[in-house]
């Protein structure tokens, strides 16, 4: 036994064994992390999709199609259901096609209702020079679930984009 403790053939072998135990412990915290980035990028794909549609589409956006549009281009991984909030002025006002109500977007992103679309919006934190418009916001997220790193090591695990859009 004596013999064995001192024999130092292999010792290479084994280092190399725990060396590559590790990194690959280490690449598939890597591949998590870079996966949760893929994923976001995927659903602001979705999201940005949708914006450029309805603002392609602004004088009849579908609004009830949206969600669907967001779900469908963001290829989210199976299982996971995409949560889209669609909301115009920030929710000061449904979303319509017609007879809107405008709004002015301030400084600190929060809407205040304006008099009419295209008048100069006043006050102390609205940018200089701008005029309300009429804004479609789409806030889109799903859970994301990790499959080597713990929860919290990415924050709050969601997955979520937003977009805001003039229409008008």
């Known amino acids: 036994m004596p013999h064995l403790l001192r024999d130092s053939r292999g010792s290479a ?5 725990l060396l590559t135990c590790f990194f690959f412990a280490v690449m598939l915290g890597v591949l998590d992390f870079g996966m949760f980035f893929v994923q976001r990028s995927n659903l602001s794909g979705g999201v940005s999709t949708a914006s450029i549609h309805s603002f392609a589409n602004r004088d009849a956006v579908a ?8 779900t469908a281009a963001s290829r989210a991984p ?21 007879s809107r109500v405008c709004a002015c977007l301030t400084t600190t992103n929060t809407f205040v ?9 006043t006050g102390g934190n609205m940018t200089s020079g701008s005029t309300a418009g009429y804004y479609l916001t789409i806030a889109a997220s799903y859970p994301y679930t ?3 790193l713990p929860k919290g090591a990415l924050g709050s695990a969601t997955v979520q984009q937003t977009a805001v859009v003039r229409l008008q």
Do not use: Q
């Open 13 to 17: 072998t084994i280092e190399f064994a």
């Open 63 to 70: 609004f009830a199609n949206i969600p669907a549009m967001v």
């Open 78 to 98: 199976g299982g996971s259901s995409v949560a889209v909030t669609v909301t115009c002025n920030a929710g000061t006002t449904s979303c319509a096609n017609t």
């Open 113 to 121: 209702e304006a008099s009419s679309c295209g008048a100069p919006c």
């Open 146 to 148: 990790p499959a080597v």
